[in-house]
């Protein structure tokens, strides 16, 4: 008679972490559907439109050729680098040398959890924004570091307050952590803003991380600001873009660190060990995706606007309140007087067939707010927020 395996034992570096929200939400939705419920989802950040369709055909005309099919150097392609400078030039007049101030990425996702396993020590402190992407908070942990959270107050416009972080607490700080336009608040920062950030990490010798995935996502002419437009800038900060939104292309993971160059050599470092490089026909494409014609995301862009435009009519008719986002894929709001934003939410879904994201699985001062994604057509966002608007009408 066999005897039962003795349970694996985990790690104790993700020992305390538990399962990804949006996974056990899968579960649930597919339970939901199952018993014939259509559920509408405003929850993931995944963009629904596909990136232009010369995109598209370079993906095709590349994989087609047999001699695209291994593996690639870490850094990408020249010409893949030389299009991430070209893209903050025209957009933000930043200069980056494409041989030392630009790292490819496999999604933004991967560089900024490897950040904190190539820089951090256990002990080290990591300033983190609360409500933030649990990326930051993960990376950090896993690391062995200390987080230590800087809330996004509505007061302050969802920017933390920089001055009240102690000095003791800043002198053992290895990374800050900023995310604008933000998610999930949808706020937004100025460049003076950013001045203070640049002049706080040089003052305590902090990394500023800068992760800048929605800077290409704006509404009503509103232009977001990159943190390297500030001088000297590359002397203290990296900053996180990606295609994923700005080009409708997150299934592809094409991102790129760039920025401080030692930081960009120690991510490097990490990343040969760990992983390889992308797919060549994704390198080319993504290279056709930020050097052709740029025209078509101000189109985009009016799309979403409209999408938000809607989500924030039904709003005032329900009386939840709210901040008109500038920028980014999410409307942030207050969930009504008295109820939790887990338990709104479960009310929502269980009761309307709409899916939305608890704003406390962002972090404790998350708790209050929803945050809804603006990546579903404009007819199912008007039908999710019909389902709410009967659900909630007074």
């Known amino acids: 008679m066999s ?11 993700i020992a305390h972490l538990s399962s990804h929200y949006f996974a056990a939400l899968d579960e649930q939705i597919a339970r939901l559907s199952a018993g014939g419920k259509q559920v509408i989802r405003l929850d993931v950040g995944s963009p629904d439109l596909p990136p232009p369709p010369a ?20 850094t990408g392609t020249r010409e893949l680098r030389q299009a991430w400078a070209g893209m903050y030039r025209r957009l933000h007049g930043v200069e980056l040398n494409p041989e030392t101030e630009i790292l490819p ?57 920089l001055d009240r972080i102690p000095d003791e607490i800043a002198r053992r ?16 920062a100025s460049l003076e803003f950013f001045q203070s950030a640049v002049e706080f990490a040089r003052q305590f010798e902090i990394l500023l991380a800068h992760d800048a995935a929605y800077t290409q996502v704006t509404f009503n002419g509103y232009r977001a600001p990159s943190l390297l437009e500030i001088p000297g800038a590359k002397d203290v900060a990296i900053e996180f873009n990606t295609l994923s939104k700005s080009h409708n292309m997150a299934g592809w993971r094409v991102a790129a660190a760039v920025g401080r160059a030692d930081a960009l050599r120690c991510l490097y470092q990490l990343k040969t060990n760990v992983d390889s490089s992308h797919f060549l026909p994704i390198l080319e494409a993504a290279t056709v995706a930020m050097n052709g014609d740029q025209g078509w995301i101000a189109g985009r862009n ?44 479960a009310r929502v879904l269980e009761q309307c067939g709409v899916s939305l994201t608890p704003g406390s699985i962002f972090g404790a001062q998350g708790e209050g707010y929803v945050r809804l994604s603006l990546t579903s057509p404009i007819d199912e966002i008007a039908e999710a927020m019909q389902r709410l608007e009967k659900e909630f009408r007074v």
């Open 55 to 74: 995109v598209i055909d370079c993906l095709h005309a590349s994989a087609s050729r047999p001699n695209t099919h291994g593996y690639q150097a870490h």
């Open 173 to 188: 700080a290895k990374i800050l952590w900023l995310n604008y336009p933000n998610n999930p608040t949808a706020g937004v």
């Open 105 to 161: 990425l496999i999604g933004s996702k991967e560089g900024i959890f490897h950040l904190h396993q190539a820089l951090v020590n256990p002990g080290d402190i990591v300033l983190v924004p609360d409500p933030g992407y649990i990326t930051y908070t993960r990376g950090a942990q896993i690391a062995g570091a200390e987080v230590f959270t800087l809330p996004l107050l509505e007061e302050n416009d969802f920017l933390p307050r």
């Open 3 to 13: 005897q039962a395996n003795p349970p694996l034992k985990v790690a104790q570096r």
């Open 302 to 345: 009016q799309v979403y606007q409209a999408r938000r435009d809607c989500v924030a009519a039904a709003l005032d008719r329900l009386g939840f309140h709210y901040r008109l986002p500038q920028a980014s894929l999410y409307v942030w709001f207050a969930v009504p007087a008295g109820q939790t934003s887990t338990g709104f939410c």
